[in-house]
């Protein structure tokens, strides 16, 4: 794939507008279409508040996703106390509205309801119907390499950190093929419709559109430098104070407790793709988790870890992700997209 995609990835209309209710598809009493119910998201998450060792940073932690995140204040002390709790719980429940009515974990999510109704037209929000043209665009972009359909390849892939699985059997994987291929998706906005059989999975897109999310809903009503990381992917609004840049490691592929290289970054996302924790090996070969999902099988020749600097946490996150699906081509892929990245083989 020659093509520069790197100026085309933009979720439009991303800019943040408060959300309070989420919507799910049900099916309608003709059962021909499914209409959109309202619903309430769950109770809000906490969040553990600290300052670090030398009080220059205030560090509000939680878990979502997954994965362990936090938000980092640079100096906020002109913040009334009452002002900055608001503004905390309500970038948390943002977190939380968005892994409640995306995650594919969760039965009463949106995504899960529109897996469920597969075969059933279903009428889309904004949020998610900008979300599947996003989808779309990749989809087409890398030449059928990023695909939302190609989640139920993990009826039969298992990875975990501890390196250990069995490698499906090869008529188990054919016989997937058959749901997996975005252009087998009936999309034309509002309207979407999915084979039977057929699911979704926005895994590779969620978290860091979140990212990105919380920015837009922070840099609104905060004019304090900050630094949102969502299980390692960053998105911060300027420098810090004095015009200082903050400070990040990468995770070093084996030794998870080293950082293998230490960035600089003044503003934009950052996004990290790799097989450090999930992946297997199997007679001497490693089995990385990002799946190529034309083959069913994990991409042959992949770097251990890929990092991108883009402007946004979305377009990082997506390059990264397109380098790995590119095996062997990754580093001369992230070059023709003009965008500064760290390879590790």
Known sequence: MGKTVSRFLRITGQGYQPITLGTKPVRSENDQQAV?????????MTYDLEWTPDR???RARFYAMGSPMEIL???PRPLKQEHLAYLLQDAVDEIERIEAKYSRYRPDSLLSQLNQGAGTPCQLDQETARLMDFADL????S?????????VLRAYWRFGSDGHSIIPAADDLN????????QKVSWQAPWLTLQTGMELDLGGICKEYAADRLHDMLATRLDTPFLINLGGDIRCNQPRQGQQPWVLGIEHPVNLKQAIQV???DYGGLATSGDTRRYYEHQGKRYGHILDPRSGYPVEGAPRSITVAAGTCTEAGILSTLAMLQGPDAEAFLQAQGVTFWVYR
């Open 56 to 58: 220059s940073l205030l």
């Open 143 to 151: 030449d059928g390499l990023f695909d939302i359909t190609s989640g």
């Open 175 to 182: 016989a997937l093929r058959s749901k997996i291929g975005w």
């Open 138 to 141: 990749c989809f087409q972009l």
């Open 73 to 75: 204040l640079d100096q």
């Open 263 to 265: 960035l600089s970054l």
């Open 36 to 44: 959109l119910q309202t619903w309430e998201p769950s109770a809000s």
